[in-house]
């Protein structure tokens, strides 16, 4: 079992920043690719980012390409989003996952753990 825990979420105004961290437990982080996702209200569950085990292949969704970076501390078991230029449709609640899958997979399932979320509000 792996525990993903999201902190950093908040509000904040459009044009801001938030750094997301994504703390984990139990088996080898370094095992993991690890990706972010969100989801708003009224919507389903979308990705935002992934990144490889070990760090060197990053990917993102075109909504957030540019403005989100993703990165991860294996020594320290935890996983980034640095959101810049936020706009209120990045309102959402966001994830974090871990998946066993080679690669660097982009849709849910592939992915095994999930945390429980932070909520992020953009305000315009």
């Known amino acids: 079992q792996v525990q993903l825990v999201e902190s950093g979420g908040g509000l904040v105004q459009a044009g801001g920043s938030l750094r997301l961290s994504c703390a984990a437990s139990?088996?080898?982080?370094?095992?993991?690719?690890m990706g972010w996702f969100r989801q708003a209200p009224g919507k389903e569950r979308e990705f935002a980012a992934t990144?490889?085990?070990?760090?060197?292949?990053?990917y993102y969704a075109d909504s957030v390409k540019g403005r989100f970076t993703i990165s991860r501390d294996n020594a320290k078991n935890t996983v980034y989003l640095q959101m810049n230029s936020l706009k209120p449709e990045d309102t959402a609640v966001y994830y974090c996952?871990?998946?066993?899958?080679?690669?660097?997979?982009?849709?849910?399932?592939?992915?095994?753990?999930w945390g429980r979320g932070t909520q992020v509000t953009v305000s315009s």
């Open positions: 990144i490889s085990r070990s760090g060197s292949r990053t």
């Open positions: 139990g088996r080898t982080f370094s095992n993991y690719a």
């Open positions: 996952a871990g998946s066993s899958a080679l690669g660097i997979p982009t849709s849910l399932p592939p992915y095994d753990y």
